[in-house]
């Protein structure tokens, strides 16, 4: 993950994609343990809507997801 607001997220991805934008679907982010911290949620879960999607540069062999929230995002954090 890129970047976070309550209004969508933006991440990366090592594959293409097999959503395309205008698509809705659920989400859910899950973050390995060593990365969860006591302020930084384990899960995000979402409904969101697909708003673009980046092909891969020299810059950055990745795709570039940006997603709207359409519910959500609900956070839950590590005990």
């Known amino acids: 993950m890129k970047d976070i ?15 395309q934008p205008d ?3 659920d989400f859910i982010f899950k973050f ?5 911290k006591p302020l930084f ?3 995000i ?3 969101g ?3 673009r999607i980046e092909q891969p540069t ?8 940006a997603l709207e929230f359409l519910s959500g995002p609900v956070f839950v954090y590590a005990d």
């Open 41 to 43: 949620p384990h899960v």
């Open 32 to 36: 390995q343990p060593e990365h969860a």
């Open 45 to 47: 879960k979402a409904k």
């Open 49 to 51: 809507e697909v708003k």
């Open 5 to 19: 607001s309550l209004g969508g997220l933006y991440f990366m991805s090592e594959t293409a994609p097999i959503l």
């Open 58 to 65: 020299k810059e950055s062999p990745n795709f570039g997801v």
């Open 23 to 25: 698509d809705i679907a």
